[in-house]
């Protein structure tokens, strides 16, 4: 709790008592860097996956916000490429709704999380 600076503490193993069990060394070194967090917020492009070949969709928007939880260190090195947004058409015919569900496929590695700004996609079928 509380930590706002890098540490290392030499921390020692405690057993339960009456255990049969020896540990060897019976202390460790714990150590942790501390980074600071912030939110960003980038526009990046929905792909529609699974739609059959028959079939001709227009949907909106094209592209959605994303919010996305990183790093101090790395928030400059984000990129709407680093995301992929997709919208799957299977899904509309399993429940029979009329709008798509945006998800985030990939992210990068060192974003701790990530937040659609909408969560529906509306869409019609042309002719």
């Known amino acids: 709790k509380n930590i706002s600076v890098d540490f290392k503490k030499n921390v020692e193993i405690v057993l339960p008592k009456g255990s049969d069990i020896e540990v060897v060394p019976n202390n460790i070194t714990l150590m942790g860097k501390v980074a600071r967090f912030t939110e960003g917020e980038i526009k ?5 996956i699974n739609v059959p070949k ?5 949907f909106f928007p094209k592209e959605v916000n994303l919010f996305y939880y990183v790093s101090l260190d ?11 947004v997709i919208c799957d058409y299977a899904m509309v015919n399993e429940t029979n709704q009329q709008f798509l569900l945006p998800r985030v496929e990939e992210k990068p590695l060192f974003v701790k999380s990530t937040r659609l700004g909408q969560d529906r996609i509306e869409f019609i079928l042309m002719e």
């Open 44 to 48: 990046v492009p929905i792909e529609l």
């Open 54 to 58: 028959d079939i001709d969709i227009n």
């Open 74 to 84: 790395n928030y400059k090195n984000i990129k709407s490429g680093d995301f992929k």
